[in-house]
């Protein structure tokens, strides 16, 4: 079953936490969503580019802040994230 | 004419002609003065004049070459071909990285940046600041309503569009006076210098 990368990003912030740094599977994911997991990893690699997860040394992943925060902007449709130093 | 070679004058055989009972749009006017308007999306006239409604016009014989939209961008809100491909490559799926778009439609990093603010200053995107974990920020952008972007492209265009017609407005109105400040030189000369550096 084909998977967006929207409900990839949604279903993780769902079952994982930033700020107690709570973690899930790709195996996890792919069975909650019903999806492939080969689609949900690459799913989870663009959004580790995006900097809205994280991969963990264990081969887990959880959402981050940066991702908690644009979930809790309630932005609807098409997001292009390009992070950027401080300063 | 060779295979391949782009024909140099196809505009006659694209000219379209304004038909006042098919067209997308309305044109209509003030029988008593030269106030003249555009309108979309209304079956009646939407305006008065001189407390009298407007008519439609219907005697219109010019034919115009249809716009192309990417140049109607690009005149209109300085948006190149670059800009455009952006803004239709992130309505799809996402989120999407910069670095993502920027492979995907083969742009520079910061090319797509560039457009990215372009953008926001359209009113086609919206910017967010989100904290980083790493430390700093980073930009988001995202798409406005969709309402709210068909009204800023449109008053955007219009804007544009009333600039334009203040511009032949004025060559129309003007072009006599010049002749007669200027009688022994050509009409063409004239006119086009009135208007450099404008």
Redesign the interface.
Known sequence: MSV???AV?EELAALTD?EREETTTVAALATAMDADSAAVEAHLD??A????A?HEPDGSARV???GE??LA?G????????????? | MSQGTPDPSPERDEEVHYDASSSRYDIFECPDCENVVLALGRDDPPMTCHGEPMERVTDVEMSVKPPDVRQVLLDAFGLPKAGLDICLCVIGEGPLSANEVAEELGYDRSTVTRYLNTLVDLGLLQRAELNREAGGVVNVYHSVDLERMRRETLVGFYVWAGEAAALIEEANLTKQDYLEENPDRSLPDVFWESFAGE
């Open positions: 967006t990368r929207r990003f930033a663009g959004l580019e995006c900097e809205l994280r981050t802040v940066t925060e644009l902007l932005v609807q449709g098409a997001v292009v994230v390009d992070p950027r130093e401080a300063g």
